[in-house]
T-cell receptor, first 114, second 118 residues
Framework: DQQVKQNSPSLSVQEGRISILNCDYTNSMFDYFLWYKKYPAEGPTFLISISSIKDKNEDGRFTVFLNKSAKHLSLHIVPSQPGDSAVYFC?????????????FGAGTRLAVHP | DTGVSQNPRHKITKRGQNVTFRCDPISEHNRLYWYRQTLGQGPEFLTYFQNEAQLEKSRLLSDRFSAERPKGSFSTLEIQRTEQGDSAMYLCASSSYSAGTGNTDTQYFGPGTRLTVL
């Protein structure tokens, strides 16, 4: 039962263009969403988050959009740089019992070509 | 802020042996999480501590697995009688929770311990 889905296992983008990574979720109780970036042999690095009370959050080149009615979020990277090449994980959590645990998607491998 | 550290980074063991991993969270963080990641998948939640109290365990955490956080600082994850299916990356994360932040405490991950069971 995959509650968080990243349907594109890979994405290839030219340097300077926009990268759009997508994520869908099924559990309507999720109310906090995060994106992590992971390089090989390293742990996930926090990138950006969004609460369900917002529909957009921006941090530099990174913007996350949340569409609650569609249970869909996306990460936009503009402009894309070769150093952005990594695996990107979408994660979700929902307040329950006073704690949270992250439910991750399977990841999307982004390759940014010069 | 030195970040979350994990030791060892790599562990190779034979089936049936016991292994123990250590996680040192960011110093002021009161929450500590363990996750497991296998190839091609995202991390999967195993267990969670708030200070020294273990508040939840996933059904993925069989009785061969035990985790402790004795003084609310570092944590250990022990796997007894390892099986080949235990081969994975074991990730630790920590966060700083307060009632005012609700559930929006961001989890910061360590580099992981890669376990290979032969």
């Amino acid at each position: 039962d995959q509650q968080v889905k990243q349907n594109s296992p890979s994405l290839s983008v030219q340097e300077g263009r926009i990268s759009i990574l997508n994520c869908d979720y099924t559990n309507s109780m999720f109310d906090y969403f995060l994106w992590y970036k992971k390089y090989p042999a390293e742990g996930p690095t926090f990138l950006i988050s969004i609460s369900s009370i917002k529909d957009k959050n921006e941090d530099g080149r990174f913007t996350v959009f949340l569409n609650k009615s569609a249970k869909h979020l996306s990460l936009h990277i503009v402009p894309s740089q070769p150093g952005d090449s990594a695996v990107y994980f979408c994660a979700a959590s929902g307040f329950s019992g006073g704690y949270n645990k992250l439910i991750f998607g399977a990841g999307t491998r982004l390759a940014v070509h010069p | 802020d030195t970040g979350v550290s994990q030791n060892p980074r790599h562990k190779i063991t034979k089936r049936g042996q016991n292994v123990t991993f250590r996680c040192d969270p960011i110093s002021e963080h009161n929450r500590l999480y363990w996750y497991r990641q296998t190839l091609g998948q995202g991390p999967e939640f195993l267990t969670y501590f708030q200070n020294e109290a273990q508040l939840e365990k996933s059904r993925l955490l069989s009785d061969r697995f035990s985790a402790e956080r004795p003084k609310g600082s570092f944590s250990t994850l022990e796997i007894q009688r390892t099986e080949q299916g235990d081969s994975a990356m074991y990730l630790c994360a920590s966060s700083s929770y307060s009632a005012g932040t609700g559930n929006t405490d961001t989890q910061y991950f360590g580099p992981g311990t890669r376990l290979t069971v032969l």
